[in-house]
């Protein structure tokens, strides 16, 4: 069965900070990954996709960029934190034209 | 923009009764819907989605129905229970190319009381 990681679960860190967080997928190949954040009180709004290994397309301009350096690995980072990058961020898979997304735990990333 | 609304923030409903949750959007191309139920500091998880080639899709206490004309889409859940306390987001996609990118609206927090 297929199984999706996601760490850390939480995560403080100052404001100027570089970020890395990472989410691996098991049991799949060439899974479509995604990087999904959820401010509070607000829905969850879609960061960043990727199809392949170092294909990525970002869907709203931001601080944070994101990496697939190996089929099931994708990565969110970010050089230098802002207040404003404070959000719950959600890892998901689907395969291609599966439209049903699997999604992990959650990084609770707060900062301050 | 948002493409995928959820007006409601909040439902309370009794144990063994029908929840209704419902959710709007304004992207015509939008030709998959899903539904996804999220606790507190979990990741959201698949609970059940419609073709726009359908109209209804049952999953036993679980029904969703999608009226394109008035581009609304609801979720029945009947009879409601404790457990099913929860968030829940409605999610659509325009199906593009290979892809599975979901349009998420706010949530709705339903909370089914004994």
């Known amino acids: 069965s297929q199984t999706i990681h996601q760490w850390p679960a939480t995560l403080v860190q100052p404001v100027g900070s570089p970020l890395s967080l990472e989410c691996t997928v098991e049991g799949t190949s060439n899974p479509n990954l995604y990087w999904y954040r959820q401010a509070a009180g607000r829905g969850l709004q879609l960061l960043f996709y990727?199809?392949?290994?170092?294909?990525i397309s970002s869907e709203v301009p931001q601080n944070l960029s994101a990496s697939r350096p190996q089929d099931r690995q994708f990565i969110l980072s970010s050089k230098k934190l802002l207040l404003s990058d404070s959000g719950f961020y959600l890892c998901?898979?689907?395969?291609?034209?599966?439209?049903?997304?699997?999604f992990g735990q959650g990084t609770r990333l707060t900062v301050v | 923009d948002q493409q995928v609304k959820q007006n409601s923030p909040s439902l309370s409903v009794q144990e063994g009764r029908i929840s209704i949750l419902n959710c709007d959007y304004t992207?015509?191309?939008?030709?998959?819907f899903l539904w996804y139920k999220k606790y507190p500091a979990e990741g959201p998880t698949f609970l059940i989605s419609i073709s726009s080639i359908k109209d209804k899709n049952e999953d036993g206490r679980f029904t969703v129905f999608l009226n394109k004309s008035a581009k609304h889409l609801s979720l029945h859940i009947v009879p409601s229970q404790p457990g099913d306390s929860a968030v829940y987001f409605c999610a659509a996609s325009a199906g593009s190319g290979n892809t599975g990118k979901l349009i998420f609206g706010q949530g709705t927090t339903l909370q089914v009381k004994p």
């Open positions: 990727s199809v392949g290994i170092g294909q």
């Open positions: 998901a898979w689907d395969q291609s034209r599966v439209f049903k997304a699997f």
């Open positions: 992207n015509s191309m939008f030709d998959y």
